[in-house]
């Protein structure tokens, strides 16, 4: 039999981007139901043997202060990159502390999310894993509420490359989503092909070099990468973005970065990366034992497939070998199964995997009850910080404290960004919504007043100039504030070349603008 629950606000999905936005919307004095489709919280985070999430040997690639929770930091204890066993239990952590559990309806699987009248109908169903099937209960719930935030992320479909003559290959090929472990896989001492040079390769490759003995595996790139390392100077990678580095002119910052990035691991040429673009044009991989397994010919760089025969690959520069496995590190497409068809027309561009929102939130042509967190591409640093700004953004347009612009400016925004990231970044499926977290969080922290301003923090205006700060800035001022905020900031590590090298960095930064302003005048 079936039956309605109504509610004021509806989470789907209770990931790190559900739980944000359930807390948010409660903040905002919302009664609040999440439905999260397995029998616990961290989304990918949770590591399961026989459905999506991470790999047993991840840990985060982004530092534990820009990949978390702006009013809940890390424990002291934690390490700087959080294995994923830690990040989900920090996840847990921060549901407990705050009481979303009370609110989360596990094993509930969306069907159809649809408008009628002024409110959403959520139609769900009870269900339950057995090994790699979903297996449903007959009966079906509709919930209706009047506000709706969809946290079910941009990873929800893998995407798989397609090869000349892949149909024949005699081995086994499965996505990264699959792969969980070396011994889990059976891949050990085997002859592994990894497609694709993004951090899931990177991590697979390594370990099945490592762990798994597979000597030498190859990877094969269409485009190349720029590798970083996870610490730079003894300080974790990602503490080195910050306001000023953005403030320089475009050209001057990626030969800064390219720069340091040389001096670290040598031109990327060396090893066979061969990278095809800027290093500001793509996100970059980010590994610290990668070129030292080329180095020992534990792993071998390749360019792109060009066709297969049985259990031999070609490659376009006339190379090939035989494998026993591929894996294909190809990343996912953005796809909302449960959204009525109208819908899906009006959000998704599925020609070029990419979505018509505004800011990544809203769509112009949908009532703005309706929101999308957590679907944005960090350019560095991680989702984690973007997703809460967005809920809490989304929560003050719901109480009417905020309001968006007219349906005709925000069209003309999305038109606008998407020239933008064209212009900006390497053409590809991944980069369709790519932000820079600062600038990013900044534009839409400014949106409801809680953009940190430098005149405010006048103690901490340093740090928010040329530190990262972490998730914290963005909690000094404005609703919902947290008085832990100004503390957490200054427990942020400030690196050495920032601390000392910002007054030259200031310096030379105004004799740049004073030139050119000499020059125009």
């Known amino acids: 039999m079936d039956s309605t629950i109504e509610t004021e606000a509806l989470v789907i999905g209770a990931g790190i981007s559900g739980l944000t936005a359930a807390k948010c919307m409660r903040d905002a004095g919302f009664n609040v139901t999440v439905l999260e489709r397995s029998e616990e919280v961290g989304g990918l985070w949770t590591f399961r043997e026989n459905d999506y999430g991470v790999m047993r040997c991840t840990h985060i690639n982004v530092s534990k202060y820009n990949y978390c929770f702006s009013d809940f930091p890390f424990p002291d204890n934690v390490p700087d990159y959080p294995h994923n066993t830690d990040m989900a239990q920090y996840i847990r952590d921060y549901m407990i502390h705050f009481k979303l559990d009370k609110l989360i309806k596990f094993n509930t699987k969306v069907f159809k999310i649809e408008r009628q009248g002024n409110n959403w109908h959520v139609t769900t169903k009870h269900v339950t894993r057995s090994g790699e099937n979903d297996l449903f209960g007959d009966e079906t719930t509709v919930y209706v509420a009047k506000y709706v935030a969809i946290a079910t992320g941009h990873h929800a479909e893998p995407s798989y490359a397609k090869f000349l003559g892949q149909d024949s290959f005699k081995g086994q090929i499965i996505h990264s989503v699959k792969y969980k472990d070396v011994r889990t896989n059976k891949m050990e001492e085997k002859r592994v092909l990894v497609v694709g040079i993004g951090n899931s390769a990177v991590d697979i490759a390594t370990e099945l070099a490592s762990t798994g003995r597979c000597k030498p595996v190859y990877i094969s790139t269409r485009s190349g990468a720029w590798v970083i390392p996870n610490y730079i100077f003894g300080y974790a990678t990602d503490l080195y973005a910050c306001r000023m580095f953005f403030m320089l002119p475009r050209m001057l ?231 832990g905020a100004p503390d957490a900031v200054r427990k942020v590590p400030i690196t050495d070349l920032m601390h000392y090298g910002g007054i030259a960095v200031l310096v030379l930064l105004g004799i740049l603008i004073l030139f050119i302003l000499s020059v125009i005048v």
């Open 253 to 483: 910052a990626e030969f800064v970065f390219e720069t340091v990035i040389k001096l670290l691991y040598g031109n990327p040429r060396r090893w066979k990366l061969n990278p095809k673009m800027s290093a500001l044009q793509t996100q970059p991989t980010v590994s610290p034992t990668l070129i030292h397994h080329i180095q020992r010919g534990q792993i071998k760089i390749v360019p792109n497939i060009q066709r297969i025969e049985g259990s031999r690959v070609y490659f376009i520069d006339g190379q090939s070998a035989e494998f026993e496995n591929i894996i294909m590190c190809t990343g996912y497409k953005i796809d909302l199964p449960f959204l009525s068809e109208d819908l899906r027309q009006k959000v998704l561009d599925s020609d070029n995997n990419s979505i018509k929102l505004y800011k990544n939130v809203f769509c112009p042509a949908i009532d703005p009850t309706l929101a999308f967190i957590g679907f944005v591409q960090p350019a560095s640093g991680g989702v984690l910080t973007m997703s809460e700004i967005q809920a809490r953004w989304f929560a003050e347009v719901c109480k009417g404290r905020v309001q968006l612009p007219s349906i005709t400016q925000m069209e003309a925004s999305i038109r606008d960004e998407k020239m933008q990231n064209a212009e900006r970044y390497y053409h590809s499926a991944r980069h369709t919504i790519q932000k820079d977290p600062i600038l990013y969080n900044d534009e839409i922290a400014a949106m409801f007043g809680v953009k940190p301003e430098i005149w405010k923090h006048p103690t901490l205006a340093w740090r928010l100039l040329l530190s990262s700060c972490g998730a914290y800035q963005w909690r000094l001022q404005g609703p919902n504030s947290w008085a």
